[in-house]
Nanobody
């Protein structure tokens, strides 16, 4: 059974930082293309960062230079380091093995101005 447990969200002022974690079980993250998505209120879920198994990481233009996706193969965990946060980064963040049906419960990030 695949489980993805996101954590690390919270309320932060603009300009602040947060590190999100996604602890995975039932899959091996280093063998999957992993992504972080976010869903802002009233908007569709969007991909903000992805880490292919062996390729170069990719970022949405809106977060490039501020967010960094990484993984710990020993802990089987994917991270999203978010710096210089802006109010428009507010939303629920999810990790997701690309092209799979698996989603976690998400973690709420709220950035105040």
């Amino acid at each position: 059974q695949v489980q993805l447990v996101e954590s690390g969200g919270g309320l932060v002022q603009a300009g602040g930082s947060l590190r999100l974690s996604c602890a995975a079980s039932g899959i091996i993250v280093r063998l999957n293309d992993m992504g972080w998505y976010r869903q802002a209120p009233g908007k569709q879920r969007e991909l903000v960062a992805n880490m292919p198994r062996g390729g170069v990481t990719n970022y949405a233009d809106s977060v490039k230079g501020r967010f960094t996706i990484s993984r710990d193969n020993v802990k089987n965990t994917v991270y999203l380091q978010m710096n210089s946060l802006k109010p428009e980064d507010t939303g629920v963040y999810y990790c997701h093995p690309l092209r799979s049906a698996y989603w976690g419960q998400g973690t709420q990030v709220t950035v105040s101005s």
